[in-house]
């Protein structure tokens, strides 16, 4: 993809795709101040799924353009969700007041996921004419999700205490909101250049992994 187009081209066309667990309602934000010779408070352990949700994200550098969901806690993506998805993705992107696009003129990329690899999610694919980068196994490196984005939406809301899904819904929104086409661009650029690196070591990983 790099090879075969200018960076300003991917920037616009490159949709790029994943899902993560989002953790909520942390114990390490429920702090307080007490004395030294208090006894220490005792917190209810709560369920882990009762604490998370996850998001499932695409998105395009510049013009930068969002598409997000969070599941119902504790619900995890299948094939028919993930089609859900996508053709959300579809309508909100062809309908943008700015930049809109269709589908069909973007580039998905895709890894092997059981609801990505799914056949009902594949023949909606192919019928939908999306065109796919296939991701390599094992290497969230090449995703932007988990080399960036991911990580900058995770860091930003450990600073709160969130107490449900729809308050992680409104701040990841805000979060979103505040990341510039400038800082997606140069991502972009980092992963093009750490792509470069993987293929001259020919497919092993460099020592400095950027």
Same mark, same amino acid.
């Given at each position: ?30 702090? +307080?101040?007490?004395?030294? &010779? ?13 604490? =998370?949700?996850? #998001? ?19 619900? &995890? ?9 996508? =053709? ?39 019928? +939908? ?19 960036? #984005?991911?990580?900058?939406?995770? +860091?930003? #809301? ?21 990341? &510039? ?8 650029? =980092? ?15 460099? +020592?400095?992994?950027?």
């Amino acid at each position: 993809m790099f090879r075969d187009h200018p960076l300003s081209w991917i920037a616009s066309h490159y949709l790029i795709q994943d899902e993560s667990w989002v953790l909520w309602d942390r114990e390490d934000n429920r702090r +307080s101040w007490i004395a030294k &010779t208090a006894p220490k408070p005792q917190t209810p352990r709560r369920s882990p799924t009762k604490r =998370k949700t996850m #998001l499932v994200v695409a998105f395009t550098c510049q013009p930068k353009r969002f598409s997000t969901s969070l599941l119902p806690q504790g619900h &995890t993506v299948d094939a028919d969700f993930m089609i859900k998805f996508l =053709k959300d993705t579809r309508k909100r992107f062809r309908q943008l007041k700015s930049a809109p696009i269709a589908m069909r003129e973007m580039l998905l990329q895709w890894d092997n996921a059981r609801p990505h690899a799914a056949a009902v999610t594949g023949a909606y694919l192919d019928k +939908s004419g999306l065109k796919r980068i296939p991701q390599s196994p094992y290497s969230p490196d090449l995703n932007l999700c988990d080399r960036y #984005l991911f990580r900058k939406l995770k +860091s930003g #809301l450990k600073r709160g205490s969130l107490e449900g899904p729809s308050e992680v819904k409104s701040e990841m929104r805000r979060l979103i909101n505040l990341i &510039t086409e400038e800082e997606l661009l140069h991502e972009l650029e =980092k992963l093009r250049k750490h792509a470069g690196d993987v293929i001259q070591c020919q497919g092993h990983y460099p +020592s400095n992994i950027h």
